[in-house]
């Protein structure tokens, strides 16, 4: 990954954060939205609110992971490291994405 497109990337996912966190923010910590787990389970069953999560989740990981590939990039002494680093990062980025995507479309609450 080019360095101009790492930087890209980490400034996409942090404008994207800023809506998602504050949206978060709002529904879940302020009122008048008072979070209970039944509200919880209402939302959960709403694709909206699936589809926001999930994309939530998706430029969370994009941020983080772009964001240890340029901390790792910086040391010299990884740098002969840094494809198969990237690699592992790429990797484990996918894998965290689908069992989060999976867990928030598969989520119903117990004796459903």
Do not use: C
């Amino acid at each position: 990954m080019s360095i101009m497109r790492n930087w890209q990337i980490q400034r996409l996912s942090a404008v994207a954060l800023l809506f998602f966190l504050t949206t978060h923010m709002v529904v879940v910590h302020y009122p008048p939205f008072h979070i209970t787990f039944d509200r919880i389970l209402e939302r959960m069953a709403n694709p909206v609110w699936k589809t926001i999560d999930i994309l939530f989740l998706a430029f969370v990981l994009a941020h983080a992971l772009s964001g240890v590939w340029a901390v790792v990039t910086d040391y010299d002494a990884l740098y002969r490291w840094r494809k198969l680093i990237g690699a592992v990062a790429v990797v484990a980025g996918i894998a965290a994405f689908i069992f989060g995507a999976m867990t928030i479309m598969t989520f119903q609450p117990a004796g459903v």
